[in-house]
């Protein structure tokens, strides 16, 4: 052997714990123990930062590593100090060892592979055999070797047939993973060469260990060394995969943190603990309009810091928030706000400043705006208190509040609403409706207070809801509408006069039409009709007469007959006699048939039920309706037919009269100058009953009568 090899193999000896002889392998043990602690510790560490399952299982592998390091440390430490007997721990301890260094790699390998490649579902059959055969084993050799041992106690476990059982098992997982990785690798995936590497030392480790025990252990001293050093150096191997990821991150890190740094809106600034800036981010040349580079090296009350005083305050203080205007060359004041931190070991300045002009402009318009609702709540018209919601008490009121409840603002802000009240059960329900629906604004038309003398008076009032500090507000307006109520009823109270005298006129006008109806029928149609008698008399007695006069004769009897046939349409138009003896169902009919006749307009009517009794002054309502009605059609809405429907229930009567003509428009419903239309209105609402008239757009109108039939009589009586 050349010395060359000799010397390395003595480097190799050296650092992995001789070549086999007990009294060398101290290092053997006590090196790989400090690196399975490394791993240990900083496998630990991660899980309870990131709680991966990679990092709780190879905190697992690296206890049973260390533990394994340690047992052999122990069990060559007793047996080379003579305090133990090598034949009794011989027995026992070389299962235990090849169980736990298999356990270890086994668990290493699955945890960092299922890590990498976490869709391959390979790696939990991995770790599920790869445990298994280990117990296994451990079950098998345990007792076999304590049989085998007795039999042959000059013998090792190498030269057991367990051991490479052990190496060979151990050497078919790790190739297996080894040609996974390599696989991996080639396809270019996210994986880390030293994991690569790591699991290769194992498994170098393993097949050293397979061809020296196939050579009887002969050539150990040359083996051993260096499938040693695979073993031991395979830890810092997958050591140096966190060290990796832990530089990556922090590099990560220091990235984010620059990035934050130049992207902050906020001016940040490093400054010496004299003031001088060494650092700022590019946020001040947007802000303040300054170049960062200009700015090193120069102090910073350049910007307006008052240096002295901060300094002052920062050997007290570890923390200092400030506020200080800063005026530019040009443009307008800014302001900034300041929050400078002292470092404890350097003495540094870490300085974050933020714009807050605008903040301070809106904090000076919000007290100008407050100043203004102030002196708005104070001299409003209107009458406005402010109470809690759960007390009721008031806290506010205002300059109209006192005169219109006469007590002082003093006064008001020691009662509860409920006492100015003279309602207090309604107010009692207002206040728990607010609560209930959580309205935040409420309308109250009218509502009864009490002044401070004892009278009262009607108000309207509006509530509105906000919150303050969590707590419920209610700010009340109250406007006094005594005068306005009083106005109103006298308007009513006219208006229902102008309905009541417009409806005698109506009742006067209809008796006076059917009087003059009967009149005209009775008395002019009977002297018509006497006259007519007396011509006709003439023309029988006269046979002689000459026929000049028997032709003026027939002449005048046929004038008589178209002054009478006259005499009974104008009686008809004034009061139809149909309508008294018949009823409004003969009378509609009748009218409608004329109407068709006379203006040559097709007239569809649906009367339902075909006999329908109507009180005398719902009839006469109801005829007059449809005569305005169909007049109406027959002046403007040049239709060619006409829809009429009239039904009766027991509840309801309904009218409904629909032409084909160029339909109405809105401004004519609403025009004052429709007096027809007004006067329908008045008439249906004299019976309770309503009105509506549709223009549709594409031609026609449509009017709608609907009158409760149960409440007439009432409606009525109110009237009178």
Not at 520 to 533: F, M, P, R, S, W
Not at 544 to 564: D, G
Not at 678 to 687: F, P, S, Y
Request: aromatic share 10%.
């Amino acid at each position: 052997m050349s010395s060359l090899f000799q010397h390395i193999l003595d480097i190799l000896a050296a650092f992995g714990g001789g070549r086999g002889i007990p009294q060398e392998e101290t290092v053997r043990f006590l090196l790989p123990s400090v690196f399975w602690s490394i791993l240990l510790y900083t496998a630990t560490n991660q899980w309870f930062k990131y709680r991966l399952d990679r990092d709780r299982i190879i905190s697992i592998a690296a206890l049973i590593g260390l533990l394994r390091e340690l047992f052999m440390f122990t069990v060559n430490f007793l047996i080379s100090k003579g305090y133990a007997d090598f034949d009794i721990l011989h027995r026992f301890f070389p299962p235990v060892e090849h169980t736990l260094i298999m356990l270890s790699s086994v668990l290493v390998v699955y945890a960092f592979c299922r890590h990498f490649q976490p869709q391959n579902r390979l790696w939990n059959y991995y770790l599920y055999l790869g445990t298994g055969v280990s117990v296994l084993l451990y079950i098998i050799t345990a007792p076999t070797w304590k049989s085998f041992i007795t039999l042959h106690p000059e013998l090792r476990f190498g030269l057991f047939w367990g051991d490479m059982a052990y190496r060979v098992t151990g050497a078919c997982f790790l190739s297996f993973a080894l040609l996974m990785l390599i696989k991996a690798r080639k396809e270019k995936k996210n994986l880390p060469l030293l994991l690569l590497a790591g699991v290769a030392m194992l498994f170098a480790d393993e097949f050293l260990m397979i061809i020296n025990l196939s050579l009887k252990d002969v050539y150990k001293e040359y083996f051993n060394p260096i499938r040693h050093n695979f073993h031991i150096w395979s830890i810092p191997a997958f050591i140096g995969i966190y060290w990796n990821e832990l530089r990556r991150k922090l590099t990560a890190r220091e990235e984010q943190i620059q990035n934050i740094f130049k992207l902050s809106p906020s001016i940040l600034c490093l400054a010496s603990p004299e003031g001088k800036i060494l650092l700022v981010n590019q946020a001040v040349k947007e802000l303040l309009g300054l170049d960062e580079k200009t700015l090193r090296g120069k102090s910073l009350s350049s910007l307006g810091f008052n240096l002295k005083d901060v300094l002052d305050s920062l050997k007290e203080e570890g923390i200092l928030y400030s506020i200080t205007p800063y005026r530019p060359e040009q443009g307008s004041t800014k302001w900034l706000y300041w929050k400078v931190i002292r470092d404890s070991e350097s003495g540094n300045l870490y300085i974050n400043i933020t714009d807050i002009t605008e903040k301070k402009l809106m904090e000076e318009r919000l007290a100008a705006s407050e100043e203004q609702y102030r002196l708005l709540f104070r001299y409003a018209s209107d009458a406005i208190l402010l109470f809690d919601e759960s007390s009721t008490h008031i806290e506010d009121a205002n300059h109209a509040a006192e005169m219109l409840f006469g007590y002082t603002v003093s006064e008001l802000k020691g009662l509860s609403v409920f006492d100015l009240s003279a309602e207090p059960d309604k107010t009692e329900q207002t206040i728990s409706r607010l609560k209930a629906e959580k309205l935040r604004i409420l309308c109250i038309p009218k509502r009864l207070f009490k002044r401070k003398d004892g009278s009262r008076f009607a108000g309207e009032v509006s509530i509105g809801i906000y919150s303050v500090k969590g707590r419920t507000k209610c700010i009340v307006s109250i406007r006094d509408i005594t005068e306005r109520l009083r106005q109103q009823e006298e308007l009513q109270r006219s208006e229902q006069q102008l309905r009541n005298l417009s409806l005698h006129l109506q009742n006067v006008r209809e008796e006076e039409r059917a009087r003059i109806a009967r009149e005209i029928h009775d008395e002019l149609g009977q002297l018509l009709t006497a006259v007519k008698i007396d011509l006709n008399s003439c023309l029988n007695s006269s046979n002689n007469t000459s026929p000049v006069l028997r032709e003026r004769l027939f002449k005048a009897v046929s004038l008589i007959n178209e002054t009478i046939s006259t005499v009974k349409r104008i009686s008809m138009e004034l009061r139809p006699s149909i309508l008294d003896y018949l009823g409004i169902t003969a009378a509609i009919e009748w009218y409608v048939d004329e109407f068709e006749e006379r203006t040559g307009i097709r007239c569809y009517l649906n009367i339902s039920p075909s006999t329908i009794e109507l009180e005398s002054p719902l009839s006469i309502t109801l005829f007059r309706v449809l005569q305005e009605t169909l007049t109406n059609v027959a002046r403007h809405a040049k239709a060619t037919e006409v829809d009429i429907i009239v039904k009766a229930t027991e509840e309801e009567l309904y009218l409904s009269i629909k032409d084909n003509g160029v339909g109405i428009r809105e401004e004519e419903i609403r025009s004052p100058d429709s007096l027809g239309i007004l006067g329908i209105k008045e008439r249906v609402r004299h019976h309770g009953g309503t009105m509506k008239i549709i223009g549709h757009p594409q031609g026609g109108t449509e009017v709608e009568i609907r009158v409760p039939l149960r409440q007439e009589k009432q409606f009525e009586r109110l009237s009178k």
